[in-house]
């Protein structure tokens, strides 16, 4: 691998780090203000979308399989038609620190989370 490459991959990583730490942030609002409105997490879907796909794009595949995990997570409580219960939101903000900490390693590392 040339320097020139190595430089670029360290600089795409670093954009993706910061990227992801700014969603991630924003997705800790969306879902405190969808549990405040009684269960819109159209916003949040939406966000968590774009994340998993920029995490995949990365060579985040952990990150990206967690994302996918909390879009489940959310779309089942819509299902349910009831608001969602504050067990939910500790769920989703628990998932959402971890995948912060994910998505601050290096690509496919492991995590015993």
Do not use: W
Not at 59 to 69: C, N, P, Q, R, T
Not at 78 to 106: K, N
Request: glycine content about 8%.
């Amino acid at each position: 691998m040339t320097v020139d490459h190595e430089a670029r991959t360290r600089k795409r990583l670093e954009m993706f780090r910061q990227v992801a730490a700014e969603r991630i942030a924003k997705l800790n609002l969306l879902c405190i203000e969808a549990e405040r409105s009684g269960g819109d997490y159209s916003a949040f879907l939406r966000e968590a979308h774009t994340l998993k796909g920029e995490a995949g794009l990365t060579g985040f595949v952990l990150a990206s399989k967690l994302v996918h995990i909390l879009e489940d997570y959310v779309k089942l409580i819509l299902h349910r038609g009831a608001e969602p219960a504050e067990r939910d939101g500790d769920l989703i903000l628990g998932g959402l620190d971890i995948l912060l900490r994910v998505t601050q390693g290096a690509p496919e590392s492991s995590s015993s989370e």
